[in-house]
């Protein structure tokens, strides 16, 4: 080889993404569930192997709902004088629905924050004890004061910010236009009623009134941050400025300015947000993806563009909650056509599969983009078809961001009766198993382009018979009750929804919320170069996967938290032989060694 050869290659392999240079990590992959005992457990890998060196893993409890940790209850759901809510039965209310659950270091003691997916919501605020092997456990907790706020609705997934704060959600807020239309209960979804206890009321005997009175929508469905300070004290910041949707989670890029948000539903929107300031998310402006599809294929294919839906800050917005404002300040409305067009002065909008027409009031521009967000963009041209849009995560080793859409249906598929009043800009084939999707950023974290990533494989009829026919090899995964218990091929993903990506290793992680597509809902480790995938949690019945997130390095050990929401709570519910296995599991898989730059240099 030449000088001038060897000098090209040399600069040809500096300049590699680190994507190339990546480590080495491989899980013990964990069987599918297939006797009663293994559905009924969580199981995780035995041993990773990070760099060519074995470590020992597991997953293992930090606290289970009902735990009695310190001086409080861990998910009792309280009123905002601090009382415990009582369940129909006269029973204190135990959230089974752990969510998001955060790591995150105050000085030199570590908290975590656990979100309960409820109604009321709540979070606990939870000191964690780490010991010389890298086991966490927590040794108090006690619940986050939303009193201001006139409490939590929905919190589900999150993030933590670069700055180390809990950012949490609030999802599937009310139809606020049809609360305020509504001349009895009967014309309201029950689904918001419990949330009226938290005000002390009964929803069992309220009156209209009472409940408007109780419960205001507009005063839900925003991602709320909570900061630790150096007492252990927690404070509660609800980011009205970012905009009121079914928030799945919000996810704050390296910049510490630019915030993506996920919208869980059906037609829905994608988000993002552009602070003001660094490390502040209280004033910013916010925008809607416009969906310009390139491909239907594996997932479909689109360029972006971002629609501007304008300036706000929380203070203005709160104020103009607090002040009572209503859907018909807003907006004046007019029938739609059955064509799906509206009078002269009128937009079209289908946000949530809603067809109407509606036209902004002077003056109330800023407001209708905050507190009716996904109606506001969708008339402004943004793309509000997505379905069950969840989890979001960075890859810095390839500068994109993963967004997992758990089901690929109604309004994504083309000509679906969703697109009425609306572009039909998504013309997908369905995929009721989801796809996780990458997206191209450009140097300011702008996304420019979104692409199918990986999907879920809907069994065919064809495999399913095959797999129930009476010769089927039994020690074969798809065998026997495999097929007529899982519409999706057990050996791929199914409904993906929280995400987290391991950097410096090609390895993005994917949990599961599904019901018909996997009977045991599982965790995954996929290589993000080879996509091979790695089953390396599998849960209990009616078990959803929530809060998985990565830690690379607390205090010198890795984490991967994993928590497990409502076993037997979503299918599967008459496999529960004792109240006690319906607790949900708050805990992780690991302890890792560390792996952040910084370890690996030493």
């Known amino acids: ?102 790591l995150l270091r105050q000085g030199d003691k570590l908290y975590s924050v656990t979100n309960f997916e409820s109604r009321p919501g709540a979070m606990y605020l939870s000191e964690v004890e780490q010991d010389g092997e890298g086991n966490l456990k927590l040794i108090s907790t006690k619940p986050i004061n939303f009193a201001e706020f006139h409490g939590l609705w929905v919190p589900c997934a999150g993030s933590v910010t670069p700055w180390e704060t809990h950012l949490g959600s609030e999802e599937y ?29 009964n929803p069992e005997d ?29 404070t509660a910041h609800k980011h009205f400025s970012m905009g009121r949707v079914a928030v799945e989670l919000a996810y ?70 607090e002040s009572g404002i209503q859907f018909s300040d807003l907006f004046e409305t007019a029938e739609i056509g059955d064509d799906g067009t509206c009078p002269e002065g009128f937009s079209a909008t289908n946000a949530e599969g809603n067809a109407e ?61 969703q697109d009425k009043g609306g572009m039909n800009a998504i013309r997908l084939p369905k995929n009721k198993c989801g796809t996780v999707y990458s997206l191209s950023l450009d140097d300011k974290y702008d996304a420019t382009k979104i692409m199918g990533f990986i999907s879920g494989k809907p069994l065919t009829e064809e495999r399913k018979a095959s797999a129930m026919d009476a010769n089927c090899d039994p020690t074969h995964d798809m065998c026997g009750d495999t097929a007529e218990l899982n519409s999706c091929d057990i050996n791929g993903i199914a409904n993906p929804d929280n995400i987290t990506y391991i950097p410096g290793y090609n390895t993005l992680i994917i949990g599961e919320d599904t019901g018909s597509g996997h009977q045991n809902d599982a965790i995954w480790a996929m290589n993000t170069d080879t996509k091979e995938l790695t089953r390396i949690l599998s849960t209990p019945y009616g078990s959803e996967t929530t809060s998985t997130y990565w830690y690379p390095n607390i205090k010198g050990h890795g984490y991967l938290m994993a928590v497990i929401q409502h076993p037997y709570g979503e299918s599967d519910e008459d496999k529960l032989t004792d109240p006690a296995q319906a607790r949900a599991y708050v805990g992780y898989v690991g302890p890792f060694p560390p792996m952040d730059e910084a370890a690996k240099t030493h």
């Open 173 to 201: 807020p009310a139809d606020a236009r049809v609360i305020e239309a509504a001349t009895s209960l009967d014309e309201i979804d029950d689904y918001d009623f419990p949330m009226v206890r938290y005000a002390g009321l």
């Open 357 to 417: 027409c509606l036209r902004v009031k002077d003056g109330m521009d800023m407001l209708a983009s905050r507190l009716e967000t996904r109606r506001y963009a969708s008339m402004k041209g943004a793309t509000t078809e997505f379905r069950k849009m969840e989890g979001i995560t960075y890859d810095p080793d390839k500068h994109q961001m993963y967004l997992s859409m758990s089901a690929v249906e109604k309004g994504m598929e083309d000509g679906a009766k």
């Open 1 to 102: 080889m030449s000088l001038r050869s060897a000098l090209l290659q040399a600069t040809a392999i500096a300049l590699l993404p680190l994507a190339a240079q990546a480590g080495d990590l491989s899980f013990a992959p964990v069987p599918f569930a297939k006797d009663d005992a293994a559905k009924r457990a969580a199981i995780a890998s035995e041993k990773v192997t990070v760099d060519g060196k074995d470590y020992a893993i597991g997953y293992h409890v930090m606290a289970r709902s009902g735990d009695k940790i310190g001086d409080h209850t861990f998910a009792l759901l309280t009123d905002k004088d601090g009382n415990p809510i009582k369940s129909a039965d006269g029973s204190e209310h135990i959230s089974e629905d752990a969510d998001f659950t955060s």
């Open 252 to 321: 704050v890029m390296p910049d510490r300015k630019t915030a993506y948000i996920s919208d869980d539903g059906t037609n829905v929107g994608l988000f993002r947000f552009e602070a003001d300031k660094e490390g502040d998310l209280s004033a910013g402006t916010l925008y809607a993806a416009k969906w310009n599809q390139t491909s239907d294929q594996d997932g479909g294919a689109a360029d972006l563009e971002w629609v501007d839906l304008g300036h706000a800050d929380d203070a203005s917005v709160q104020k103009a909650i």
């Open 206 to 234: 309220m009156t209209l009134d009472q409940f408007r009175d109780a419960y205001k929508p507009y005063r839900y469905g925003f991602p709320t941050e909570i900061a630790i300070s150096d007492d252990g004290e927690g």
